[in-house]
């Protein structure tokens, strides 16, 4: 933990007492968003100290040539940087023609924060003294409407506590924005056309290169004493910026509010002809429902959501106020709607890592939402991936592969490559893995075997194909082997035999022959225009085959485990308990030569394969290799902590598995790794509910049924959460005496607990 600001709340990220120097970091953590855009928590009025300026909207991307000292071939020709977007949240507000400014305030008093995650919006309050020595109160509430996804909605109250004031609300749009994150300072944004009517503004902007059209739009009502006041704005247009001017004599204790409406339309959703037009009807639309309207509206969208995907904690404040906003920041990245859109690991929070998929979404993400929406969405995630095929078989020309053998991109915004550093590009083959076995999982989960035969089966060949021409077959060995790559853990670079992607690349090949198998018996139409398109011959198959069953595995005899790389033993093997409070994080103080010689795992790597393949390894060698990698284990990734949390469970160490929980599932919220001012970590964040439901809850599917092997943090006084499984909706109970399951649907469902059978009846409370 490495700041402990955030007030302990059930429901909301609290912040109490303005301090300059958290402002980056709760810019991140009180982020919003609604799948269609979001922006981090800036302020809405004029702030000259450090900040982060974030609008982003999904899907828009610009491709910023590859910057490196040493160009080598196969490099991805650019690095996809998330965008920030033209600025429509912006208020300034002059007050006896002093800006407010809470960088120069000569006080600021009561301020607090509020991300209400109950309800989906964000607010903030204070008293500011003004250098004029003005003192006024401020209130401000904003959100970004899930309903209606083009839209945000601002609210801003400014109260003259001490005398009358010439209060001036200055509403703007700007598309002359720059990225925190480039490579080359280059101009992302070329702004078409400014123009406005009445009370709104529209800018028109394009993204360069990727030809996003885009319309930033807004208008504005003000009111005085929340009674509408008609004033004509002066209005200000440049080539860049639209701002109007509303100037009010405000009387000491009266409100003087501005209600601002703003947001984009996107070619991506529309013709980009109609991008204003299409704004207006927008507009329309929400100045017709009015601020408080729209908000109720909010409120209602996120109680339909939170009534599937909540998880209920009692006795634990901080654990419950962090998975819930966990579950709430995934749900403002992604809601499923769009095929064509992904979860990026910043979400719509920050710019670092760029692209917006990762292999974090098969892994980590498509089981949450699969359990909290329902299969469409998670076959939505996988379409993305078929959609994405031709250009990873294009992505694995370029490296030299041959005959449709795909190498999925490590980030990717259209499935073309787009990451710059070489031991992730070149040597982080795994992902590949994650791909095929959320295939895998998919169906495990939902029961949902056409996917495979219409989709999934041609990404499963162009997979096995890559890994077959991957290995490389050792005489000295006399099996097959991997070289040159990287695993999960990306504190070891260019290895041989990383037994995570030994073990990927065997399965997949196996789990592709399987599946062939079954398309081409049960599905002849699908196999037969598959075959007609893949080309697949006996002959391929039969040398799949012989690699899967040949592959070399490290193994060491002495501590009986698999070894994460050949080598591994050579380290200096200290563990972190013995490593100086002073060193970490490592990837901060180390150099790079340094953390490559060391022993240190950023991530669960060989554990990543015990929690993919569990049925396939006993308990008692998951407790082996646990006991024996963990130590190592420096957990800066955002992903280690919920796999370590979910073995810990399996291996009933509670306290660890509750320790590591709490580290998942506030790892922004008190920032472990030092860098939440950076923005969140979205995709770990479904980690966090996994810790709980398969960790805690021990829900597994076995034998197409749910399995569950209840457990209770001593800390917890009992949990629930909700499952969609198979279009039927089971809340678990756990407590400290007993576990509690209720069903929804008219259909009975077998599930097994502790081993035992268990019938569960629609709208009967069964006790255990």
Not at 40 to 49: D, H, M, S
Not at 194 to 207: C, G, L, P, Y
Request: aromatic share 14%; net charge negative.
């Amino acid at each position: 933990m490495n700041q402990d600001y955030i007030q302990p709340n059930n429901w909301s990220i609290i912040e109490e007492g303005f301090d300059a120097e958290r402002v980056k970091s709760s810019e991140s953590l009180f982020s919003i968003g609604n799948g269609a855009m979001g922006q981090r928590a800036n302020f809405e009025e004029q702030y000259t100290g450090e900040t982060f300026q974030g609008s982003y909207i999904a899907g828009v991307y610009y491709p910023d040539k590859t910057r490196v000292g040493w160009w080598k071939n196969g490099y991805p020709e650019y690095f996809a940087k998330v965008l920030n977007a033209p600025n429509w949240i912006g208020i300034n507000v002059q007050i006896n023609d002093e800006q407010l400014d809470l960088n120069s305030c000569t006080s600021v008093t009561d301020f607090r924060r509020e991300l209400n995650m109950k309800e989906g919006w964000l607010s903030r309050s204070f008293n500011a003294t003004l250098q004029n020595k003005v003192q006024v109160k401020v209130a401000v509430k904003r959100f970004l409407s899930l309903e209606y996804d083009e839209v945000g909605a601002i609210k801003f109250d400014i109260t003259p506590i001490n005398t009358d004031a010439k209060i001036t609300f200055q509403p703007y749009l700007d598309s002359g924005i720059t990225n925190e994150d480039t490579n080359w300072d280059d101009k992302f944004w070329d702004t078409l056309n400014v123009s406005h009517e009445n009370h709104q503004a529209f800018i028109e902007a394009k993204t360069m290169k990727t030809d996003f059209y885009t319309c930033t739009f807004m208008e504005s009502q003000v009111f005085i004493n929340d009674k509408s006041v008609l004033i004509e704005p002066n209005i200000n247009a440049d080539a860049s910026l639209a701002s109007f001017s509303y100037e009010y004599p405000v009387k000491k204790g009266e409100t003087y509010t501005i209600n601002k409406f703003g947001g984009y339309t996107v070619d991506r959703n529309h013709d980009k002809r109609e991008l204003v037009s299409v704004a207006k009807e927008a507009l329309k639309t929400v100045k017709k429902m009015g601020f408080k309207a729209l908000l109720d509206n909010q409120k209602e969208a996120w109680s339909k959501i939170w009534e599937m995907s909540d998880i209920t904690i009692d006795g634990d404040v901080k654990a419950q106020q962090g998975i819930r906003f966990n579950i709430f920041q995934l749900n403002q990245t992604y809601l499923g709607k769009d095929s064509t859109l992904n979860i990026g690991p910043k979400g719509f929070t920050g710019e670092k890592y760029g692209g917006s998929t990762y292999w974090d979404t098969e892994a980590y993400c498509i089981p949450f939402y699969m359990a909290t929406k329902d299969q469409q969405v998670a076959r939505n995630l996988l379409k993305y991936r078929y959609n994405h095929l031709e250009k990873a078989i294009e992505n694995a020309e370029k490296l030299g592969f041959s005959n449709g053998a795909a190498l999925y991109p490590m980030v990717t915004m259209n499935g073309e490559e787009c990451h710059n550093e070489w031991e992730i590009t070149f040597e982080e083959i795994h992902r590949n893995g994650a791909i095929a076995f959320a295939i895998f999982n998919y169906y495990r989960y939902t029961g949902d075997y056409s996917y495979i035969p219409e989709m999934g089966l041609e990404v499963l060949i162009a997979i096995a194909r890559f890994w077959q021409q991957r290995a490389t077959f050792s005489t000295d060995k006399n099996q097959y082997v991997i070289l040159g790559v990287t695993g999960p853990n990306e504190y070891e670079n260019n290895i041989n035999n990383n037994w995570y992607t030994n073990y990927l690349a065997k399965w997949c090949i196996e789990y592709a022959l399987e599946t062939i198998d079954k398309v081409k018996e049960g599905y002849h139409d699908d196999y037969l225009r598959i075959e007609g398109k893949t080309k697949i011959t006996h002959e391929e198959l039969h040398t799949w085959k012989k690699v899967a069953e040949n592959m070399y595995f490290p193994y060491s005899e002495k501590h009986q485990v698999y070894l994460q790389q050949d080598g591994f033993l050579d380290k200096e093997l200290i563990t972190v308990e013995d490593l100086p409070k002073t060193d970490r994080p490592i990837n901060q103080k180390w150099s790079w030569d340094r953390i490559l010689r060391s022993p240190y795992i950023k991530q669960a790597d060989v554990l990543q394969g015990f929690y993919f393949f569990e049925d396939q390894f006993s308990t008692e060698e998951l407790k082996r290799h646990f006991d024996f990698y963990e130590p190592f284990t420096v957990h800066e990734s955002s992903l280690s902590p919920c796999v370590h949390s979910i073995q810990a469970a399996k291996l009933d160490q509670m306290d660890q598995a509750y320790t590591f929980y709490l580290r998942t599932s506030r790892l922004d919220l008190d920032d472990y790794n030092k860098e939440v001012e950076e923005g969140l970590h979205i995709t770990s964040m479904a980690g966090t509910w996994m810790s709980i439901v398969e960790g805690f809850g021990g829900m597994r599917i076995k034998n197409d049924m749910l399995n569950f092997e209840p457990r209770i943090p001593k800390q917890w006084e009992a949990y629930s959460f909700k499952v969609n499984f198979r279009d039927q909706i089971l809340k678990v109970t756990i407590s400290q005496n007993e576990t509690a399951f209720e069903l929804e649907g008219q259909n009975n469902l077998d599930i097994i607990v502790n081993n035992k059978q268990v019938t569960i009846s629609p709208n009967n409370l069964v006790k255990i």
